[in-house]
């Protein structure tokens, strides 16, 4: 495209040979022998970085062997340097711009410096398709770009929302939505439970069966958790083995679901360990008045705790809206 200017100012210019082949081997030769370099290096990007630069000492060249003629010198020269820019290489503009000013100055001292800076209709004609096709190549390659960091945007903010071994929430998206819950029970006294779910020896499981089963096992608990859990309701892995849920219901109805996750986890089967039964300790709570998430979520633990203290596989909850901290 940036031989069509150029070739028809020289058209006009009558300008000699060796010109001629300078700009046929430049404008048509040389794309193909830096993409062939580039493809055949063993660091390419370094080797089209080097292109880019070479690509900058070529414009150079051609303004002085059109004799500076304005319009295709400007396109030119600005081409070249967006294409730098565009490819968000720190610092690759100001390294290209000494060669290109070496080569307008070589081209320059072999012209004379001859300077006609009018512009024919042909020589604008012949300079719309670089404008155009340029533009819209650079635009869409923008846009490409923007898409891609928006896909990827997206996909980061998911993974911080979700724990990739379970699929529940993580831990810092589980405790938004456990302050909007909370929020909105001391707004309006709606209900509001926390469950803590703790796997009983987890330890043994991973000794015994491998690390792998015991990640089976985070999987089976984490889908059983969400199979029963009623709408509105929040689960996540705190870490380890432990998971905690935070549901909008009465504590008599968290007392249901969570017979029912731990039955349910008592009785699972594991393809890769037959002989594999494992169980859950749940502990329930009810925020306490005017306390925050932290709070609520220690009168939860110490729930969980009775339930371990008292033998492992069982559910330990009370009203403790009213018991002090």
Known sequence: LAGLPVSAVMWELQSSTIMWIWMFSTALIWPHVAYVLARRSRD???TELRNFIFDSFIAGSWVPLMHFNLLPSA???AVVMSD???TGVRGLWSRSMPWMMLALLGGGLMTGFAFRPETSMMVILASLPILVIHTLAVSMSSYRLVRKVQSQNRQLEQLSRVDTLTGLDSRGHWQTQAENLLRKHRQDSSDACMMLLDVDQFKDINDGYGHAVGDDVLRCIADL????LPAESHAGRLGGDEFVVAMPISIKAAETIAENIR???EVADFIHAPGLQCSISIGIAQPIRDRDLRDWLEITDRALYRAKHAGRNRTESRDLSMEPM
Request: without cysteine; charged residues 20%.
């Open 225 to 228: 958790i969400k199979s029963h």
């Open 263 to 265: 039955i349910a986890v």
């Open 44 to 46: 390419p990007l370094r």
């Open 75 to 77: 396109v030119l020269l």
């Open 84 to 86: 730098k820019i565009n």
